[in-house]
């Protein structure tokens, strides 16, 4: 909601809770038998928080204020079942049935700012925002019949982010239909984790891509 702490003054909290479950499967041999197939339960819950200060100082600035926390956890468990029967047809020579477990725990922070200069027909509004990001990721993937332990258990070391995303933008009003802009704007995504592997290496992170956008 948003307070009023003065006419030029506004202070906004965003707040926001989530929480789901979810189980689905798919067959995947398309036969009566369980020759292939995977079962996933999810378990997902967040809460995050938003405030912002929002002002104006003279005639031609506004400006905001900001911080962001999200706290998230993350588990998913998938039971796989790959040539169902050959742990029985080889006499426990071979398990292709496998228990997969993975849980992420992410907790991510953000200073954000922003200030816009506007006079006759001109808008310039820059604005930069600080993030930091860290993940927990815990693997335990076994096979069932057999019991041989393939991934875990493990709990990786965190696993951090720290960047500085920076935003540029004008635009120019020829007229009331018309207007003319350009921008500029950087946005990072934390690297992810693939909690699918039941073979090492167990250097299960992916990459954390960069974007640049040009307008």
Avoid: C
């Avoid at 967040?46 to 912002?52: G, I, T, V």
């Avoid at 925002?129 to 990786?156: A, C, Y």
């Avoid at 995303?165 to 690297?191: A, Q, R, V, W």
């Amino acid at each position: 909601g948003d307070i009023e702490l003065s006419p030029r003054l506004t202070l906004t909290s965003v707040t926001g809770y989530r929480a789901m479950e979810g189980t689905y499967s798919r067959d995947a041999d398309g036969s009566p038998l369980s020759y292939g197939s995977v079962v996933n339960r999810d378990e997902q819950s967040q809460f995050s928080e938003e405030l912002r200060l929002t002002g104006t100082s003279g005639e031609h600035l506004s400006w905001t204020l900001g911080a962001f926390y999200l706290q998230e956890e993350i588990s998913n468990h998938q039971d796989v079942v790959f040539l169902g029967g050959l742990f029985e047809a080889t006499g426990g020579a071979a398990d292709a049935t496998f228990d997969v477990n993975n849980e992420v725990d992410v907790d991510s922070r953000a200073l954000f700012g922003q200030l816009s200069w506007t006079h006759n027909a001109w808008e310039v509004t820059g604005g930069l925002r600080l993030t930091r990001e860290q993940k927990e990721f815990f693997i335990n993937n076994f096979t069932v019949n057999s019991g041989v332990q393939l991934i875990g258990p493990q709990q990786k070391p965190a696993d951090v982010w720290r960047e500085v995303s920076p935003g540029l933008n004008i635009s120019y009003d020829l007229n009331d239909h018309t207007m003319l802009y350009s921008s500029y704007s950087e946005g990072f995504k934390s690297g992810g984790y693939n909690g699918r592997l039941v073979n090492p290496p167990t250097d299960t992170q992916s990459g954390t891509p960069v974007i640049d956008t040009f307008d």
